[in-house]
């Protein structure tokens, strides 16, 4: 599975931006896929998972109510709607996949990873 995400940029405090993340080579329904960001000097981390079927959803409690997961199996493609953004939700933005249909939250559990996309939010 090849990913590829897009959509970050500059945005203003309580901005919002929406990043996708297109994916290629295998049947897009059988993968639960992730969003993750790493900010300098930190680890990367959790921010939302979505199952293959997307009837289930998981969000890191940071980003809980202003966030949002969602995908289209017949665009192959999982989106991340990000609202109400702050300055600390800066960082580079990665999508993620792994070989199961069900949600995880930990990076470990993702088989397959793309490029990141970075989003910066001024004060």
């Known amino acids: 599975v090849q990913l590829q995400a897009c959509g970050g940029g500059l945005v203003q405090a309580g901005g919002s931006l929406r990043l996708s993340c297109a994916a290629s080579?295998?049947?897009?329904?059988?993968?639960?896929m992730g969003w993750f960001r790493q900010s300098p000097g930190k680890e990367r981390e959790f921010v939302a998972a979505?199952?293959?079927?997307?009837?289930?959803?998981l969000y890191a409690d940071s980003v809980k109510g202003r966030f949002t997961i969602s995908r289209d199996n017949a665009k192959n493609t999982v989106y991340l709607q990000m609202n109400s953004l702050k300055p600390e939700d800066t960082a580079v933005y990665y999508c993620?996949?792994?070989?199961?249909?069900?949600?995880?939250?930990?990076?470990?559990?993702?088989?397959?990873w793309g490029q990141g996309t970075l989003v910066t939010v001024s004060s």
């Open positions: 080579g295998r049947t897009f329904s059988n993968y639960a």
């Open positions: 993620a996949g792994r070989s199961f249909r069900f949600v995880s939250g930990p990076a470990i559990s993702y088989d397959y």
């Open positions: 979505i199952s293959g079927s997307g009837d289930s959803t």
